[in-house]
């Protein structure tokens, strides 16, 4: 899922002040920095859950039997490789 990099920013503002307000950190940089840090990770998790659906659906193409996109089958077949390549790269 592609996030627009004004929705990112807000996401950043938005766990941050949550942080914040809820005392679950003591800041020890500059606040730009925090949301900087913040950003790379979920920039880094986006591209990761990317490359797991690019590969799964690539996975599901490959069948002989053709799979369609949206049917019960796809999505049942979809949700199965795609938490076995996240639990292959620790995100499960």
Do not use: C
């Not at 899922?1 to 920013?9: H, N, P, Q």
């Not at 986006?46 to 019960?72: F, H, N, P, T, W």
């Amino acid at each position: 899922m592609r996030l627009s990099d004004d929705k990112v920013s807000h996401l950043t503002h938005i766990i941050l002040k949550g942080l914040l307000d809820k005392g679950a950190v003591t800041p020890l940089e500059e606040e730009g920095q925090i949301r900087r840090e913040i950003r790379r990770v979920i920039v880094k998790e986006l591209k990761i859950a990317e490359d797991i659906d690019e590969l799964v659906k690539r996975k599901l193409q490959s069948y002989s039997k053709k799979i369609y996109e949206g049917g019960s089958e796809w999505e049942v077949l979809y949700n199965k490789f795609y938490e076995e390549e996240a639990a292959k790269k620790g995100r499960s």
